[in-house]
């Protein structure tokens, strides 16, 4: 270490001191702001059990609606009815077709997954 410091050394000592307290503001900044973030989150963030209390009532609202649609749509006597009017050969054709229905939509997203990763026709 020089025994002298020199104008140059001292203006670049200057400049150091400088910067640093210029980081010093800036990491007190991000460092209060994440800490108004945290505090934020903490008084917007709901409980877990609330979640799941609301969760539930809402599944057990929305299965009583669907079971109510479904019993206000076909009401049973007619359902058994069409059911026994049917013949075997009538209830074979509607199972086939469902199941080629089935197979047809897993084909094409199988289809649609392929082309997608080997990106054919994009």
Known sequence: MPETITPSDHDLLVEVRTL???MFDEIKEIKSGTALDIANL?????DRKDIDFVQKKLNDDIEIRVRKLETDTIP???Q?????SLSTIEKRLIWIIAYSAGAAAVIAF?????????????
Do not use: H
């Open 110 to 122: 199988g289809v649609d997954i392929i082309s997608r990763f080997f990106n054919i026709g994009r």
């Open 80 to 84: 058994e009815k069409f059911e026994d």
């Open 76 to 78: 049973k006597e007619k």
């Open 42 to 46: 903490k008084k917007d963030k709901a």
């Open 20 to 22: 640093q307290n210029v």
